[in-house]
């Protein structure tokens, strides 16, 4: 099975620009955690409820500080062909619950998130691997100091 019969079409992005307040009504308005951030058509990196969180309200930005400010820089992404067991087990690799799909133009087409893997046993086992602390996208005060 193919990411493509999997994610979630139709993503919502927000600029590098926009305010974190703007982010955060989007994903309230939405109902999601996450949003791709694009510049012009190219994706740019991911915002996240938790990068608001941690690297802006506990760090002291004011709410009209940008995305650009709090967001993860390093696009990670996965491929709209790409073999669903092989993601999963790089979203566990990598401590990620949630990746942009693009296409063969690198164009933004979709989302896979960890909730999207119906199969139980699968999950579980990934979500363990994500959660373990530390990791590369440690998003700690100290580590993005």
Do not use: F, W
């Not at 019969?5 to 305010?19: F, K, N, Q, Y």
């Not at 930005?61 to 790409?82: F, I, N, Q």
């Not at 999207?116 to 046993?121: I, K, L, T």
């Amino acid at each position: 099975m193919k990411i493509r019969d999997l994610m979630t079409p139709g993503v919502r992005t927000i600029s590098p620009e926009a305010s974190i307040r703007d982010a955060a009504r989007l994903m309230a308005e939405a109902d999601i955690g996450a949003i791709p951030v694009a510049s012009g058509d190219r994706l740019a990196g991911m915002v996240t409820d938790r990068d608001i969180v941690i690297r802006a309200v506990a760090s002291g930005k004011a709410a009209d500080a940008t995305v650009g400010e709090v967001m993860s820089h390093e696009v990670l992404y996965c491929r709209e062909d790409d073999d669903i067991q092989d993601v999963c087990e790089n979203m566990s690799d990598l401590q990620i619950r949630r990746l942009p799909v693009v296409n063969a133009a690198k164009r933004l087409v979709g989302i896979v998130s960890l909730a999207d893997r119906a199969d139980a046993e699968e999950v579980g086992e990934a979500l363990e691997a994500i959660t373990r602390r530390g990791g590369r996208h440690n998003q700690s005060i100290e580590a993005r100091a």
